[in-house]
């Protein structure tokens, strides 16, 4: 094969297009949040999002401009991976057990529940035994949103031969201070979650071992 006339006048043209798409290829991209025309959509529990988004939408408001927007959702366990696949959520933040095992992730911190109850609760302050745990009424987080009454600290308690009465179930952590602050009910959460909520309700290291 012989170049025609047109090649050869293409030639030199094209070989400089390509080393310029070379160039533009190989260039890694960059990111100017001043400028940017983006929404970051992030899926979170709303323990999660008080913890952690709160940090981070503290950040974006001194270093981005207003093209930058940020869609806090609940996550969808059952699709996450695929959300996450596809771009329609750009972050997972979540306990390591809901992080699908395919996908990179990255600890942030790590985190205990403790118990909480409101102050000038009748059982007073001093520190817990399983006795008094079991003999309390409990509020419980459904994290799916179900309303059940059972969760991990539950199964801890059956293989010890104990159980405790979940008297209260609710679908978001950050609406149970307001319960416990009513009533004499107390509820295991984690611990930088209610360092939020001293004001309003005491904290008590847990008879067992439990991580959030």
Request: proline share 6%; charged share 25%; aromatic share 6%.
């Amino acid at each position: 094969m012989i170049p025609t006339a047109r090649a050869l006048q293409l030639r030199g043209p094209l070989h400089v297009a390509l080393k310029d798409l070379e160039t533009v290829v190989r260039r890694p991209p960059t990111f100017d949040p001043l400028t940017a025309e983006r929404v970051f959509a992030i899926a979170a529990s709303d323990h999660l999002t008080a913890v952690v988004g709160t940090r981070l939408i503290e950040r974006v408001h001194k270093v981005a401009g207003p093209g930058v927007r940020v869609s806090f959702r609940t996550p969808n366990l059952d699709m996450i991976a695929a959300q996450l696949e596809r771009g329609q959520v750009d972050l997972l933040i979540a306990g390591q057990r809901d992080v699908p095992s395919e996908m990179k992730s990255r600890t942030l911190y790590e985190d205990r529940l403790v118990m909480a109850q409101r102050k000038g609760h009748p059982r007073g302050t001093q520190p817990l035994d399983l006795d008094t745990y079991c003999g309390l009424s409990h509020v419980l987080v459904s994290y799916s949103g179900s309303g059940s009454f059972h969760a991990d600290i539950d199964e801890q308690l059956e293989k010890i031969g104990r159980r405790r009465h979940v008297t209260l179930s609710v679908h978001q952590y950050v609406v149970v201070p307001m319960f416990l602050t009513i009533t004499d009910y107390v509820a295991a959460l984690p611990s930088r979650l209610l360092g939020r909520f001293t004001h309003q309700v005491d904290m008590f290291e847990l008879p067992i071992e439990s991580r959030s």
